[in-house]
């Protein structure tokens, strides 16, 4: 009997964060849904952090995932942005752990990769490959963030059983045991 694993991709953002959720039978792929919550519009940052926690539990809740998969944040030269950005990735990290939801992360590099074999390719590559994996016609949604999502969830699933993931967390107990420097 062959089971189905639903796979949660997020792309965190302060601006917008992607989503898009698989379903996975055997090896074949399933679009359920992509989307991106837009976040320009609230006035500040925690304000923002809020409605990443809140967004990520009802997708969770509403498509009961196995696993998620996040974007890890990449390293640019911006502080204040690396920050901004590593917060909205650790709410979404909290809210899942706190459904039990397994989660592991993916570079960018590697997410590109994986899609299309060029951790270089751009964002519109990355597109164009995901419609074919998946054989969309077209986008439900023109936000280049929301595709960035499901590719997180496509690697994931193209890494299931990899050992080579960049890190995965079964819960808080698994976090802090591989996270000791990040007790006090």
Not at 27 to 43: D, R, V
Not at 88 to 104: E, F, N
Not at 138 to 149: H, I, Q, R, V, W
Request: hydrophobic share 40%; net charge positive; proline share 4%.
């Amino acid at each position: 009997m062959v089971t189905e694993k639903i796979i949660l991709g997020i792309d965190p953002g302060t601006a917008i964060m992607g989503f898009g959720l698989i379903s996975v039978k055997g090896n074949k792929m399933e679009l359920i849904a992509m989307h991106e919550l837009i976040l320009k519009k609230y006035p500040n940052h925690e304000t923002k952090l809020k409605y990443i926690f809140e967004r990520t539990l009802s997708l969770i809740d509403e498509y009961h995932p196995d696993e998620v998969a996040l974007e890890a944040p990449f390293f640019g030269k911006n502080v204040q942005s690396m920050l901004k950005l590593g917060r909205a990735q650790g709410v979404a990290m909290a809210a899942s752990l706190y459904r039990d939801v397994p989660i592991t992360e993916y570079s960018p590099k590697k997410i590109k990769m994986a899609i299309t074999g060029n951790g270089n390719a751009s964002k519109e590559q990355v597109a164009g490959m995901l419609k074919s994996l998946l054989n969309l016609k077209e986008f439900p949604t023109k936000y280049l963030d929301a595709s960035d999502g499901l590719a997180v969830a496509v690697c994931h699933h193209f890494n299931s059983g990899n050992l080579t993931t960049d890190k995965s967390y079964t819960g808080w107990d698994s976090f802090l045991k591989q996270n000791p420097d990040r007790l006090k």
